[in-house]
């Protein structure tokens, strides 16, 4: 079954703390997305990777950096996380400009 | 800059009557368009991809796509109570990487 895996579902961190969300897609997408989610604001996009190694700032990626050292895998960082970074995580990959496909999304709490 | 705008924010409708939700996009070179189901906490469920102009339906969900108008509706027959969540609508250009959501119409229904 083909599928975005976003780890951790759930996470709890402190303001200052580092933090590292993942993402793993067995369908050997070229493409990978990082996205966050906030009421009223539907999903807006932080980051896209094209492939290994070859990444791109979405429209509010301040505050993040990504790695993609693996095609199945895109990681997104947070370094010193912030109060205002509390929000709901989702990944996606594509295959080209066709298909895509989300992950079920990782929920951040920053306190 | 791809803008997507949907409406209403929210919307109350009595149990198995239609409900219509409208999604207006700015690229009219777009060809790709998606509707997403979010019930509270949870990931975000595919409903129905269009990609011409006319009717596409899948279950008791049909998305009817205008791109002269620059619009695409999603139609729910017969809601149920179960249907009541955020209703996403996505856009992605033609040729490109990016998918531009909206910021949701919220959908009560009610017994």
């Known amino acids: 079954d083909m599928k975005v895996t976003q780890m951790p579902r759930y996470l709890i961190k402190r303001m200052g703390e580092n933090v590292l969300l993942e993402c793993g897609q067995d369908?050997?997408?070229?493409?990978m997305y990082w996205y966050r989610q906030d009421p009223g604001l539907g999903l807006q996009l932080i980051y896209i990777?094209?492939?290994?190694?070859?990444?791109s700032e979405g429209d509010i990626p301040k505050g993040y950096r990504v790695s993609r050292k693996k095609r199945e895998h895109f990681s997104l960082i947070l370094d010193s996380a912030k109060t205002n970074q509390t929000s709901v995580y989702f990944c996606?990959?594509?295959?080209?400009?066709?298909?895509?496909?989300f992950g079920s999304g990782t929920r951040l709490l920053v306190i | 800059q791809q803008k997507v705008q949907q409406s209403p924010e929210s919307l109350t409708v009595s149990e198995g009557a239609m409900a219509s939700l409208n999604c207006t996009f700015s690229?009219?070179?777009?060809?790709?368009f998606r509707w997403y189901r979010q019930h509270s906490g949870k990931g975000l469920e595919v409903l129905v991809s269009?990609?011409?102009?006319g009717e596409k339906e899948e279950g008791s969900f049909t998305a009817h796509l205008n791109r002269a108008s620059l619009h695409v509706f999603l139609h729910i027959r017969e809601p149920q109570p179960s249907d009541s969540a955020l209703y996403l609508c996505?856009?992605?250009?033609?040729?490109?990487?990016?998918?531009?959501f909206g910021s949701g119409t919220r959908l009560l229904v009610s017994p």
């Open positions: 996606a990959s594509s295959l080209g400009t066709t298909d895509y496909t």
């Open positions: 369908m050997s997408h070229e493409t």
């Open positions: 990777s094209y492939d290994v190694d070859s990444n």
């Open positions: 690229d009219r070179s777009s060809d790709n």
């Open positions: 269009i990609f011409s102009d």
């Open positions: 996505a856009v992605r250009p033609t040729g490109g990487y990016k998918v531009v």
